[in-house]
């Protein structure tokens, strides 16, 4: 009788403890994302307002510079220091999500699992460009409290650092398809994190999936936008 009430006790109590320790790394991927929040605004504090760039590619030589690490090399490096979010260094790592376990689909990464909004906030220079298109200013955001800035990043190949609203925006980065910038829901009850430009963090339980057809069809499951349209990303 003993045994079997020691089980019956163990069973009820392992989805308890499971229930918990999710409720834990998700409080510990908030304290992240806002320690993000308030580094970009930091950031944009110091630099006439400006947000940090997403990326800067735009000499390969120089290796990989981007928002959260830059690297020596864009394939294999050798070399990985604090990226332009930080203006020279930070504990990085508080780039890693707590319930994200896979590995950075972005060569050289120590830690993984969040991804900034560059549809309308971060600026970048691509392979080959000269000129940088310039990151949104914080008193360009008309509704901060509204407006994403870092997440949970997540798509089928893995972890993402480029957040992307559902459909494009005029002067974006061009991708082929809009399902590398989703949000991954791994937290408890299916919800993922969200930090937004006033600094505070909330979860968002219900994933969007409105795209273009290419993309659509390529989200994966426990994956989505924040969104049915752009407004939880635009500056408004």
């Given at each position: 009788m003993t045994v079997?009430?020691?089980?019956?006790?163990?069973?009820?109590?392992?989805?308890?403890?499971?229930?918990?320790?999710?409720?834990?790394?998700?409080?510990?991927?908030?304290?992240?994302?806002?320690?993000?929040?308030?580094?970009?605004?930091i950031h944009a504090v110091d630099r006439r307002g400006y947000y940090p760039l997403a990326y800067d590619y735009g000499n390969p030589a120089d290796g990989a510079k981007e928002w959260d690490f830059f690297k020596d090399k864009f394939i294999n490096p050798t070399k990985v220091t604090p990226g332009f979010l930080w203006q020279g260094s930070t504990s990085v790592a508080v780039h890693q999500c707590p319930s994200y376990h896979g590995s950075a689909n972005s060569s050289g990464d120590p830690y993984t699992g969040y991804n900034y909004n560059v549809s309308y906030i971060g600026g970048y220079r691509e392979i080959g460009q000269t000129a940088i298109v310039s990151s949104a200013r914080s008193d360009q955001v008309g509704d901060p409290a509204g407006t994403a800035i870092f997440g949970d990043g997540q798509y089928s190949a893995g972890a993402n650092k480029f957040m992307r609203s559902p459909f494009p925006n005029v002067g974006e980065p061009q991708i082929a398809t809009r399902n590398a910038g989703t949000q991954g829901y791994r937290h408890l009850g299916g919800a993922t994190s969200v930090a937004y430009c006033d600094g505070h963090v909330c979860a968002h339980g219900d994933p969007y999936t409105s795209t273009d057809a290419a993309s659509q069809a390529l989200i994966a499951p426990g994956t989505g936008f924040l969104s049915e349209d752009n407004s939880v990303y635009d500056l408004r």
């Open positions: 079997a009430i020691t089980g019956v006790l163990i069973g009820v109590m392992l989805p308890v403890l499971g229930h918990a320790k999710e409720g834990a790394r998700s409080a510990v991927c908030m304290s992240n994302l806002r320690q993000l929040a308030v580094a970009a605004e």
